[in-house]
């Protein structure tokens, strides 16, 4: 299981929010392609990077940021954050990101997602965010009508390979995660897919995570990984340790 630092973007600078409150925002650091930079030496396998400006208002706001450390990070990289139209994930994916992340556009035009899956497979996931099991959208400004394991299961239906869960009540707080929320959410997807012995099921799981322990519960689901942000910046949570934990399992 992969431990995938964030990297969430505004205004030019590594930011974190509170449950993707946009009023209560903590910069970490004013250079994200340094901070990308950084996780790597520490380990990092993957990054996930995010356009919060372009997640709330649409388009790319953050573009040439985000492209640099596509270019410079030397791992994956999966882009999120304002990708609402079929155009747009070619052009992530010309730019050498590893995965494009759909949001918004799974719950209101799947019909997006299903025309950029038949074209770049595995080169797409979706992320389901949501507060008490519902999905929100636009930044996590809006609330649907959809719950998370129903957008799942459509996605799955249409080919969608790799999710993102986020609980979004949990995002930034530190207050661990809720974890009998992921084994319902495994469960849709095996229903869905046939995993060879052995697989990961296609879910990465992020919101709340607060310590390695933490992550080493999570990892017990076998789920393809974690995403965490605050805790890594405030040195809560040691990337190096985490991995090692890993690797390690129940003798850590």
Request: contains cysteine; hydrophobic residues 45%.
């Amino acid at each position: 299981m992969d431990v995938i630092p964030a990297i969430d973007i505004r205004g030019g600078r590594c930011v974190r929010l509170a449950q993707g409150d946009y009023d209560r925002e903590t910069v970490f650091s004013e250079d994200p392609v340094a901070m990308a930079v950084h996780w790597v030496e520490q380990g990092a396998r993957r990054l996930h990077v995010v356009d919060l400006d372009a997640a709330r208002e649409g388009g790319p706001r953050n573009q040439a940021l985000i492209e640099r450390i596509v270019r410079e990070a030397g791992v994956p990289v999966q882009v999120a954050g304002g990708v609402r139209d079929f155009e747009t994930v070619g052009r992530w994916l010309g730019a050498g990101a590893q995965r494009v992340v759909l949001g918004t556009v799974a719950a209101r035009d799947p019909s997006i997602v299903e025309q950029a899956v038949a074209a770049h497979g595995d080169g797409v996931a979706v992320s389901v965010d949501a507060r008490n099991g519902i999905v929100a959208v636009q930044g996590w400004t809006e609330t649907t009508e959809l719950r998370a394991d129903d957008l799942i299961r459509r996605m799955a239906q249409t080919g969608v390979r790799h999710f993102i869960f986020t609980d979004i009540s949990r995002d930034g707080m530190m207050e661990h995660p809720d974890f009998e929320l992921v084994p319902p959410l495994v469960a849709v997807l095996a229903e869905e897919r046939t995993f060879a012995a052995g697989d990961p099921a296609p879910l990465i799981y992020g919101g709340g995570i607060t310590s390695v322990e933490d992550i080493l519960e999570l990892s017990r689901y076998e789920i393809e990984g974690v995403i965490t942000g605050r805790a890594l910046y405030d040195g809560r949570v040691n990337l190096r340790e985490a991995q090692r934990a890993l690797a390690v399992g129940d003798d850590w």
